[in-house]
Nanobody
Framework: QVQLVDAGGGLVQAGGSLRLSCAAS????????VGWFRQAPGKEREFVAR????????LYADSVKGRFTISRANAKNTAYLQMNSLNPEDTAVYYC????????????????WGQGTQVTVSS
């Protein structure tokens, strides 16, 4: 069993940056791939980024490619999402998730979820 705690959200102006963190409990975190998803009001949860268990392979949604960076520190049981050049369209609740059992961009395949952290980007 893994518990995830998301943190780092907040209010930022367009063009600004935030760094989200996902702290995990349990000794198996380092064996799982981790994904970040987001959900804006009235919209479905959408894939943002994914990192392999070792950190060697990363994947991004086209909408964030070149602006967001996913990383992890397995020794700290923590994953991160560095978000730069934020724009109002990035406003959403951001969730980390672990242990995908299927397609990496499908939220339904992940076993473990954080509680989410709100990111609001003002224009």
């Amino acid at each position: 069993q893994v518990q995830l705690v998301d943190a780092g959200g907040g209010l930022v102006q367009a063009g600004g940056s935030l760094r989200l963190s996902c702290a995990a409990s349990g000794r198996t975190f380092s064996t799982y791939a981790v994904g970040w998803f987001r959900q804006a009001p009235g919209k479905e949860r959408e894939f943002v980024a994914r990192i392999s268990s070792s950190g060697a392979i990363t994947l991004y949604a086209d909408s964030v490619k070149g602006r967001f960076t996913i990383s992890r520190a397995n020794a700290k049981n923590t994953a991160y999402l560095q978000m730069n050049s934020l724009n109002p369209e990035d406003t959403a609740v951001y969730y980390c998730a672990a242990r995908p059992r299927g397609t990496y961009y499908d939220a339904r395949t992940y076993d473990y979820w954080g509680q989410g952290t709100q990111v609001t980007v003002s224009s």
